[in-house]
């Protein structure tokens, strides 16, 4: 007896995979080369997908801005920035990072001459490719 | 002459068949379930005792990290009760964006859990089915707050971002599409023989069984009782709501308390968030998002007030409450008290398991939603025989110090 489940289902095997799709439809033997191929243009990928606006990415951090007022340390649920009393900045590690963006609203910034308002230190960036075997490694510690 | 066996089976606290920690002992006669036991307590984290070194804020977040699938009801609770305690209200505008996002997140984890029952039943298609719907309103969430789980949306006094026309454009066509594909759902789940026949009468819960076992949420609406803090205490934007507990005798004219009435429930409660949401956005005030937007003020404020609040939610699976206490010498709770809808809820398998097959055990287990992340609060350990007081600890660590001075000083 056919129910509405199958129904569904059997129109569901139709329609086209609703997934994200993968850069290519079969895994490769050799990943390196396919990278080194899709570098000359020889052959096609199903581009990524777009974040979204207002995205949570890895933290911009711009020393110049900084007024070291360590707003950002009080309120990081993560205690992933560290003061450095000697230069009067932070220091961020990414690794610790929760992407909360709280430092963001708090941080009060700084008006260079010739400004109308004042500019954030700290900002999130779309960066989201940001796995490594070292924690410290350079691309997660910013100063 | 014969005897019967009882054969004791051990489910837990690490299985295949459970996501998460937790120990159930059933014992069995034969295929029937005659006893059956429920240890908790494998995922506990302390995560109240890290809350009570930080400041509101950054508990705040930690508060989002208690549950894995709902990221908005801890963090709603919490909220609640630190604006009861220092007597904060957030503006119009912030009470409708929080109820939007928290309705939003029962669409998604009432999805979550049809897709979970069908696949403990081996609906496994249905599973993927469920679950393709269930990504729209968490590419929707994503759009919204900046992220699928874990939002960061909610603040002391407020919510952090605001909606602009683009959004609330987005959530309306979101929520047409739900209604359309919360009605296929209903075709699906409410005609399927088969579903029906291994549901209907499966870990049945009198209206006496949840009431003196303190069910909550969905569990013991299925139960046939009205209960739902969204009506009987209404907060925020759901005082304007004039929200009604969604109980199966008015959908189907009888009460149950079975996994059937259970999916019944939850398929209307979608519905009922659709609504919800339309009628936010309809009504949507204008007006600032935060009471307070200097943070730090905001945690000078808290330093500077004694007192205790209690925060209730509805959340998907039922009743969340957080207790905050401060004292004004710190700027973060001096006690903090999280009690999880699962907590109550888990309760009954004590009493459902009893009668049913092993082959419903999974069924019984799942249809309360249980999250074990969210329940353990409190982690016992029971030793065998007695307990050894610390004086007697010190004292045979003296007593060893001296036998050793001997054997070394000659």
Redesign the interface.
């Known amino acids: ?1 056919p ?3 199958m129904m ?2 059997i129109k ?1 095997m139709f329609r086209k995979p ?1 997934t994200n799709r993968f850069p290519v439809k079969y895994a490769p033997k050799d990943v390196t080369g396919l990278i080194q191929k899709v570098l000359r243009g020889e052959v096609k990928i199903h581009p990524p997908v777009p974040v ?5 990415g890895k933290l911009a951090y711009d020393p110049e801005r900084c007024i070291g007022c360590k ?1 950002c340390i ?5 205690n992933a920035m560290e003061f450095i009393p000697e230069t009067r900045k932070i220091r961020h590690y990414v690794a610790r990072c ?5 430092c963001v ?2 941080c009060p910034g700084k008006k260079l001459p010739g400004e109308e308002a004042p500019v954030k230190a700290l900002k ?1 960036s779309e960066e989201f490719l940001i796995a490594d075997y070292d924690k410290y490694s350079k691309n997660l510690v910013e100063e | 002459m014969t005897t019967t066996y009882t054969y004791s089976l051990p489910i837990g606290p690490i299985h295949p068949a459970l996501k998460e920690p937790i120990r159930v002992v059933a014992e069995v006669e034969g295929e029937r379930v005659v006893r059956a036991d429920v240890k908790r307590g494998f995922a506990h984290r302390g995560i109240e005792f890290m809350g009570m070194k930080r400041n509101a804020i950054q508990t705040l977040y930690l508060s989002e990290r208690i549950c894995g699938i709902c990221s908005i009801s801890h963090p709603y609770a919490f909220v609640k009760a630190v604006e009861n305690a220092i007597g904060m209200e957030a503006p119009p505008r912030a009470q409708y964006i929080r109820t939007i996002i928290a309705e939003l997140e029962r669409i998604h984890s009432h999805i979550l859990w049809l897709g979970v029952i069908a696949h403990e039943m081996g609906f496994d298609p249905l599973l993927y089915w469920t679950w393709k719907g269930r990504e729209m309103v968490m590419d929707l969430l994503e759009y919204l707050t900046g992220n699928r789980v874990n939002y960061a949306m909610y603040m002391i006094g407020g919510v952090r971002r605001d909606l602009n026309e683009k959004k609330i454009r987005a959530i309306k066509e979101n929520m047409n599409y739900y209604r359309q594909f919360n009605q296929e759902m209903k075709d699906v789940f409410m005609s399927d023989p088969t579903y029906k026949a291994r549901t209907r009468r499966v870990s049945l819960l009198t209206r006496k069984d949840a009431l003196e076992l303190c069910a909550v949420g969905p569990t013991a609406r299925a139960a046939g009782l009205r209960m739902d803090i969204r009506q009987d205490q209404p907060y925020d934007a759901y005082a304007d709501m004039d929200v009604r507990a969604v109980v199966p005798q008015d959908i189907t004219g009888e009460v149950m308390g079975d996994a059937y009435d259970v999916t019944l429930v939850r398929l209307y409660e979608i519905d009922q968030s659709i609504e919800i949401i339309e009628r936010c956005l309809e009504d949507l005030p204008p007006g600032p998002i935060l009471a307070e937007p200097n943070l730090i003020k905001l945690l000078m404020t808290i330093k500077r007030s004694e007192g205790e609040g209690v925060g209730r939610h509805e959340a998907p699976r039922g009743e969340v409450m957080h207790y905050v206490r401060f004292d004004g010498t710190r700027d973060g709770p001096v006690a903090w008290k999280v009690k999880a809808p699962s907590y109550n809820n888990i309760n009954i398998w004590g009493r459902v398991l009893v009668g049913a097959e092993i082959a419903d055990i999974p069924i019984a287990v799942g249809y309360i939603d249980p999250c074990m992340c969210c329940n353990d609060r409190v982690a016992e350990v029971r030793r065998g025989g007695r307990e050894l007081p610390y004086e007697e600890v010190r004292r045979k660590c003296r007593e060893k110090t001296m036998r050793i001075k001997r054997e070394v000083m000659g």
């Open positions: 007896m129910t509405k489940m569904v289902l569901q609703y979204p606006e207002d995205f949570r707003m009080r309120v990081c649920p993560a929760m992407f909360c963006a709280l609203d708090v999130m």
